[in-house]
């Protein structure tokens, strides 16, 4: 499985989960397993969300080492990127 391929399984669980858990709570589904549903599916989103850091932290060393970027460019994405992973704030 490839990173990309983990990102879109990630995204998509995610999305399932979440659609199982609003369509079969108080049908088939007790609020207690739409609940730990919904937290799976807030798991999987993470997750994706970690997995996207780290496909732009690879991308950002992967432009360094083709010579598409300078030491200093590399820095300051990785810098950005960190950033970002923290949600703007650090």
């Known amino acids: 499985m490839t990173l990309d ?3 879109k399984h990630c995204e998509e669980k995610a ?3 979440s659609d199982k858990a609003y369509a079969e709570w108080g049908k088939s589904m007790t609020e207690e397993e739409a609940y730990d549903c919904n937290e799976c599916a807030r798991e999987h989103e ?3 969300e970690w997995l996207k850091e780290l496909a732009g ?3 950002a060393v992967e432009d360094y080492i083709d010579g598409n970027i300078t030491a ?11 950033v970002e992973g923290y ?3 650090v």
Do not use: V
Request: glycine share 16%; charged share 25%.
């Open 87 to 89: 949600g703007g704030e």
């Open 46 to 48: 993470q997750l994706a």
């Open 72 to 82: 200093t460019e590399l820095g300051y994405k990785l810098a950005n990127l960190f």
């Open 15 to 17: 999305k399932e989960l």
């Open 5 to 7: 391929e983990a990102i």
């Open 57 to 59: 932290y690879r991308g």
